[in-house]
């Protein structure tokens, strides 16, 4: 009898040996027990990575140990979710929550490479000698800026060097107003020794230069009796030379002799407007063609892009943003926007917004356009897209609609985020569309910002803050950074 008892004891701790080792085997091969249904499923997977690193996450409200950091990208993958819809929510502490409903099928990861988490509230540098700054232009130079100040009908041009603590004035003037047409600016030379830019006085417009190491201010205009001088840039490839649009010819002004008098170069006829793209120059012609040319050239000969269609609608007040000869964007004086992808196997230009269009920014790939207007943000996908969320080509994407106006809108560093102002508050959204958006308050004013400016290579955001007699400059660190396989 006893002898029996043994055998059965052994028999059931066999049985029970095979059951909880076959469980674990199946749960190490990603199978999980369904209770509702009474068997094992195939579970799936979801791999994240955040900003920042370290982070909860926590699935239909269970905390999950997330496994160890991948060194290699820094991201976290979970493995054994069973099949079904599930809330994702990832958090940690001081920053605000990202949160999305996601459907885990068998065998597959679901991927969000790109999460986000704005601080909660941010400790701001400001900057000390900004106060009054209405503008703020940034130099080639990481640790360098200019600032407009106006006050009343006197205008002055400031340098800041952060490295020194220092302010300088580069310019000053009484009864005088800046003259900023479509898409212009105070603008440095790829050097930082020289800028430019138009202002309003005698009841004229005049374009000057500063030099920045000698401070000595020029009228160009007045030197030359030119007043209609029109997008004024500094050429990429040629120094001190000036580039700009007057009576329908582009222009090319060497400044390199201050004493020698100017005489300008024509370099193309019948322009509507142009853009500058590494090396070349990009030309849009009443005749409705694109082409470009070498900006070091003496004896331009443009070599022929496209043709638009439709060019009488594209003419005066036109605004042109090139990424570089294969990618182009051309909008109309009433915003229409046209865009050329040369990638394309059938037509390619295509409209992508009859009308209402203020802004385009290319992502730094070159693989997404984001386009808006005082009321809509969208994106267009210029190319495939693998990494998920999948784009296909051509898609657009409308990232949000509003009934308030909204303002500087801009990429953010990792281009999966786009930044914009509503009012008195500003707004990083995302890109992905699985579920519904995630869209946080990055920062809140009493008065809207003067200016908003993401400078992506420095992981900072930049802002004229206006909630006091005098505005001031200040900055935020965003996204943060955490590594060198971190954003």
């Known amino acids: 009898m006893q002898g029996k008892l043994r055998v059965m004891l052994f028999l059931l ?69 069973i099949p079904g819809e599930h809330l994702i ?61 106006e006050s009343g009908d006197t205008i002055e041009i400031m340098m800041r060097d952060t490295e020194a603590e220092a302010n300088e004035t580069l310019f000053a003037r009484s009864e005088t107003r800046f003259d900023l047409a479509s898409h212009e600016n105070l603008e440095w030379s790829p050097a930082g020794d020289q800028i430019v830019f138009p202002i309003f006085f005698d009841n004229a417009r005049h374009v000057m230069t500063v030099d920045i190491e000698t401070r000595e201010s020029r009228d160009l205009s007045q030197e030359m009796s030119q007043f209609s001088m029109l997008r004024p840039r500094w050429n990429p490839e040629i120094k001190r030379s000036l ?7 582009l222009y090319r002004l060497d400044l390199a002799l201050p004493e020698t008098p100017l005489v300008p170069m024509l370099l193309a006829s019948d322009i509507v407007t142009y853009d500058l793209s590494g090396s070349d120059i990009y030309l849009y012609r009443k005749d409705g063609t694109l082409s470009f040319f070498d900006a070091a050239s003496e004896t331009p000969e443009p070599h022929l892009i496209t043709s638009i269609p439709g060019a009488a609608d594209y003419q005066e007040g036109s605004t042109l943003i090139v990424y570089d000869e294969y990618r182009i964007a051309l909008i109309s004086s009433d915003g229409a926007l046209l865009f050329f992808n040369d990638s394309l196997e059938e037509t390619s230009v295509r409209t992508l917004a ?134």
């Open 13 to 81: 701790f066999v049985a029970s040996f095979l059951a909880a080792s076959g469980s674990v085997l199946f749960y190490a091969f990603g199978y999980r027990f369904n209770f509702e249904r009474g068997i094992f499923v195939y579970g799936g997977s979801i791999t994240l990575k955040s900003n920042p690193v370290e982070i909860s996450v926590r699935i239909d409200d269970a905390l999950i140990p997330s496994g160890e950091l991948d060194q290699l990208n820094q991201s976290y993958h979970i493995t054994g979710i």
């Open 243 to 249: 580039l700009y649009l007057a009576n329908n010819n």
């Open 354 to 487: 009859p009308e209402g269009i203020s802004g385009v920014q290319f992502s730094d790939d070159g693989k997404k356009l984001l386009f808006f207007s005082d009321r809509d943000i969208s994106v267009y996908f210029i190319q495939e897209w693998e990494v998920q969320p999948k784009r296909t080509q051509e898609d657009i994407w409308q990232i949000s609609r509003f009934a308030d106006s909204i303002s500087s809108v801009q990429w953010a560093k990792d281009y999966e985020h786009v930044l914009y102002q509503k009012n008195t508050k500003v707004y990083v959204a995302e890109l992905d569309n699985r579920d519904q958006r995630n869209i946080h308050t990055l920062m809140s004013f009493d008065r809207p910002p003067l200016q908003i400016l993401s400078r992506v290579n420095e992981n900072q955001v930049f802002f004229i803050e206006n909630d006091s007699d005098k505005p001031t400059l200040i900055s935020i660190d965003f996204p943060e950074f955490n590594g060198f396989f971190t954003r």
């Open 89 to 149: 929510e990832v958090s940690a502490p001081g920053y605000q929550s990202w949160r999305k409903r996601v459907i885990v099928r068998s065998g597959v990861s679901n991927e969000f490479w790109n999460i986000t988490l704005p601080r909660q509230s941010y400790d701001a540098e400001r900057y000390t000698g900004t106060d009054g700054f209405t503008r703020y232009f940034q130099s080639p130079k990481p640790t360098v800026f200019a600032g407009i100040r």
